[in-house]
Structures are given as structure tokens and as C-alpha cells.
């Protein structure tokens, strides 16, 4: 049967919009990485360099071909990208609005 037989009716644009906003709510507490209203390019670009890290490490055929490139073993290739990790972007920028755009 039709939703309108039902009396059930379509959402609507504000509903859609609504529940669109809480979906985004609940991802950006539920996983760091989506950012936020006030996240700021250097903390999105961190992140977003961190969970590259985290996946060449956590996948080891990715790890084997980029230590192969690097000309370095996979442990040595992977204790570098943890290195990296901590500082993956450089120093933060002293004026935290100057790298938005």
C-alpha cells in the first residue's frame, strides 16, 4: 500500500534537514576525527595526517609497499610514521585564526 493510503506523509525538507543535523551531531561526538562547527584547518589537517599514519600501519600490505619505497624494513617503517604522528603538520600556528580560509 501507499505511504498516503496509510496516512503515513513524506517528510519533510525540515525534517530531512533536522535529521541530517543530528546524524552529523552524533558522528562529530562519536568519532574525533569528523571535526566540528569550530575545528580549525591545522587540528582537521593533524588529524587527517594521523589517521593516514594509523592505516598504513594497520594495513600491512600498505605498510610493506611503502617501506619497500622508502628503501627502509617494516619496522623501521613503522616506528617512523608513529614518529610522525606526534607532530605530523609542524608547530601549530601561534595565531590559531590565522590558517582558516
Known amino acids: 500500500a501507499a505511504p498516503h493510503v496509510l ?7 525540515a525534517d530531512s534537514r533536522y535529521n541530517i543535523h543530528s546524524q552529523l551531531e552524533h558522528l562529530q561526538s562519536k568519532y574525533v576525527g ?3 562547527a569550530d575545528t580549525r584547518k591545522y587540528e ?6 594521523r589517521d593516514t ?5 594497520g594495513h600491512p600490505n ?3 609497499s611503502v617501506a619497500i619505497v622508502e628503501n627502509k624494513s617494516r619496522e623501521r617503517m613503522r ?3 608513529m614518529k610522525r604522528m606526534i607532530s605530523p603538520c609542524g ?3 601561534s ?4 590558517a582558516t580560509e
Open 53 to 57: 599514519y594509523a592505516s598504513m600501519m
Open 44 to 49: 582537521w589537517l593533524v588529524s587527517q595526517h
Open 95 to 98: 595565531d590559531p585564526f590565522a
Open 34 to 36: 569528523t571535526g566540528h
Open 7 to 13: 496516512g503515513l506523509q513524506p517528510p519533510t525538507m
Open 91 to 93: 608547530p601549530p600556528p
Open 79 to 81: 616506528f617512523e610514521l
Open 62 to 64: 600498505l605498510l610493506d
